[in-house]
């Protein structure tokens, strides 16, 4: 089955605690993002990237790394997280010409 | 301005009505539209996609483009309750590479 894999679900965290969220691909897929969700702003870009070891900033990257050395996977990073990264995360890959397909989610808290 | 702007809603429907959802976009170098739902809990889904002025009919789902106006909407004919969501905008910017999304617009359709 076609599908993006992230792990975890749930995650309680404190803060200042380096977590790492996995993402992972099966459809050869080019591009691969984060996305954060909040209530009312919507879905906001963390970081993209267009092909293996090529990233680039979203439009709130700070406090957020990612990397990319295989095709299929590309994991958050939050070095040092702080209460204002509490959100729902979406990891997406896409073929490059049409939509995203998106991960389950994780929903992270940080106290 | 935001960059992709939609009516958050709630637009309520009777079942069976034409659903009209409206999106419009600050870049105009912007290349390709996108329309996802998101059912509460769930991630988005890519329900079409338009890259040329016009409209493009999917099933039930009609995606009309304005590039002069700047404008994106998508029909739903024969709205049902399983429509009920949150329906999502994108748009992909010059370089291909950034996807921006709306904040969404929450739709009931009653029955």
């Known amino acids: 089955e076609a599908q993006v894999t992230q792990n975890p679900r749930y995650l309680i965290t404190v803060t200042g605690k380096k977590l790492t969220v996995t993402c992972s691909q099966n459809m050869n897929h080019e591009y691969m993002s984060w996305y954060r969700q909040d209530p009312g702003l919507g879905l906001r870009q963390i970081y993209y990237?267009?092909?293996?070891?090529?990233?680039d900033k979203g439009d709130v990257p700070e406090g957020y790394k990612v990397s990319r050395k295989e095709k299929r996977n590309f994991p958050l990073i939050l070095e040092s997280p702080s209460p204002n990264q509490t959100s729902l995360y979406f990891c997406a890959s896409s073929p490059g010409t049409s939509g995203y397909t998106f991960g389950s989610g994780t929903r992270l808290t940080v106290v | 301005q935001k960059e992709v702007e939609q009516n958050s809603g709630p637009l309520s429907v009777p079942e069976g009505a034409i659903a009209s959802l409206n999106c419009t976009y600050s870049d105009r170098g912007s290349q390709s539209f996108f329309w996802y739902r998101q059912y509460s809990g769930k991630s988005p889904e890519l329900i079409m996609f338009i890259y040329s002025n016009g409209d493009k009919e999917d099933g039930r789902f009609t995606a009309q483009l304005n590039k002069a106006s700047q404008y994106v909407s998508l029909l739903i004919r024969d709205s049902q309750p399983s429509d009920s969501a949150t329906y999502l905008c994108?748009?992909?910017?010059?370089?291909?590479?950034?996807?921006?999304f709306g904040a969404g617009t929450r739709l009931f359709v009653k029955a």
């Open positions: 990237s267009m092909n293996v070891e090529v990233t």
């Open positions: 994108a748009v992909k910017g010059p370089g291909g590479f950034k996807t921006i």
